[in-house]
């Protein structure tokens, strides 16, 4: 008899866990998410990293290194807006850390505000930002995968350091932030 009531319970059981389907509330989902937020920086270069491009009789020519970034973020119900780097000298961040140099850029896509890529003949791009949008299920969700280019050249950094960055992706109406920290992100030579 046991044996029959045992069967007959986990048969139960297996029905009312294999019947339900269920359906994700998208919208009560979305409305928990952040409207903006970062959630990766990275790279895949090798470092230590060179900064100035020197070459003489006797020592052979090296480029100053592009680094480039890979940013991951999403914004949901909001469009993006600026963003920026900060590139802090040390293995912390905190209130009281000195930023070495800011690159702005006024978008998620184009060149930084210290560029002139209208200029003709020729523009000067010095560091550039750009994305693609990622698949998402949600309606109102942006999933971005991006890229930045930063020459280190121009960023006044010193030789025989290692570096902190902080990413800060703003809205377009400037009203929402999402900061990443890297720290000790990359050592230059």
Known sequence: MKKYISVALTALLTLVMFSC???ADVAA???KL???QLSSLGYTQTGPFT???SASGVVPQTIATV???YFGATTTNTAPGRFTLEFIEGTSISATSVVVKTVNFNNWKGADDTSLPDRKPTPLINHSITYTLQPTTYENTQVYGGSIQVKLALL???AN???SVRATAYSADGT???VYNQLSFFKTI
Do not use: F, N, R
């Open 21 to 23: 389907k269920k359906e």
């Open 29 to 31: 989902t979305e409305a």
């Open 34 to 36: 952040p409207a903006i």
């Open 51 to 53: 900064l100035v491009t």
């Open 67 to 69: 680094l480039q970034l």
């Open 156 to 158: 006044g950094l010193s």
């Open 161 to 163: 350091k290692t570096y």
């Open 176 to 178: 929402k932030t999402s």
